[in-house]
């Protein structure tokens, strides 16, 4: 069941951010490109997590940044598909078995919006979708921990008005 949905025509992903924002639309975007395809959990408007098809997962992130081991995210991995779905998210997981900081994790999500914001904006066909979404608010704690979410919102102001 879709909110909203359309074609891109030539105009881009920065006018269906911006129509998203404006009516503080919370739900799951998702944006195809030529095989490509980008989701991001929208609450009211705000960004508060992605996922791509060509981008690295969180955990191969963390590991590249020296977060976590290989074995720690062997680990972890192996703890998701004994649980077959049923688990947290990877990032829920790995604060709780102390292999990494909130704060961490944290800028690391930051860091993954911004890039996959960045490989989007230069979509100029393709479709979008909205469809509902009902998972955690962006609380202002999380704001706190997350010093990216300014840097998100201004390359979203300039990629828009550009």
Not at 42 to 63: D, K, N, Q, Y
Not at 125 to 131: A, L, P, T
Request: with cysteine; charged share 20%.
């Amino acid at each position: 069941m879709s909110i909203i949905s359309g074609d891109l025509s030539g105009l881009g992903v920065g006018p269906v951010f911006q129509m998203l924002e404006r009516a503080a639309t919370s739900g799951i975007l998702t944006i195809r490109c030529h095989g490509s395809e980008a989701t991001f959990g929208l609450r009211e408007g705000e960004i508060t997590w992605a996922h791509s098809s060509f981008g690295p997962r969180l955990g191969e992130a963390l590991v590249k940044r020296g977060v976590i081991t290989e074995g720690e995210l062997a680990l972890v991995q192996r703890e998701q598909n004994r649980s077959q779905g049923r688990s947290a998210p990877f990032g829920t997981l790995i604060v709780g078995m102390g292999m990494a900081s909130r704060g961490d994790v944290a800028r690391e999500l930051d860091e993954q919006i911004l890039c996959i914001l960045k490989e989007t904006m230069t979509w100029r066909n393709g479709e979008y979708n909205v469809s509902p979404y009902s998972g955690p608010a962006v609380t202002e704690r999380r704001r706190q921990q997350a010093p990216e979410t300014a840097a998100i919102s201004e390359f979203l102001v300039r990629a828009t008005s550009a």
